[in-house]
């Protein structure tokens, strides 16, 4: 499906047509699917975060810009719900404790799991917050083809197809998106330049 195509038919299902939005979800729903297997590693939730994620499309189609194809709209969905669930279930995991009722039966009672260390996972977040940021400020046709490449997992032959170009062009557009968000995650300060190599330098 073109992106003209994805266009009509999201212009159509916003005048009130809802069988248009069918298309949409045949045509994006696989790799969807995988992106959230990736995250989640588990088909049951996967298969759930999906389906939130395609209701999330439809209520809020009306906020789809265009700037770029459906499908990286719909990944960023997909990626934002699986963080949720994930998010969730880190808080709904416990460890038990044996202890004795009033019957002297020995009983499990749930304790929150402090194995996940909370600086850490602050820092892991405050990463993704600050990628995230600078993924938005990037100009539409990197932030597409980043998208596409890191999180729906496309290969090279598959963004080709997707955006209509060389594979050599998406080599290249995909180096440069990435120098660029590398540079603006620098400027930010968010992100450290790796100490120079000694290797070679009789060190």
Known sequence: ??????????????????????????????????????LLGNEADAADAVQDAFVKAYTSLGDFRGDSRFSVW????????????????????????????GDGEETELPLPDDRWDPAALAERAADREAVRTAMAA??????????????????YEELAAQLGLEPGT??????RAR?????LLLE?????????????KGV
């Open 1 to 38: 499906m073109t992106r003209e195509e994805e266009q009509a038919r999201i212009r159509r299902v916003l005048s009130g047509d809802t069988d248009a939005f069918e298309p949409l979800v045949t045509e994006n729903q696989t790799k969807a699917f995988h992106l959230a297997c990736r």
């Open 188 to 200: 930010t300060g968010n992100f450290s330049a790796p100490a120079p190599s000694n290797k070679g």
């Open 74 to 101: 719909l990944y960023r969905l997909v990626n934002n719900v699986c963080i949720d669930m994930l998010r969730r279930r880190k808080r709904q995991e416990t460890v038990p404790l044996q202890t004795e009722d």
């Open 179 to 183: 120098k660029k968000l590398c540079r």
């Open 138 to 155: 990037l100009p539409a046709d990197c932030r597409e083809i980043l998208t596409l490449r890191e999180i729906g997992g496309l290969s």
């Open 170 to 175: 998406v080599k290249s557009r995909l180096n």
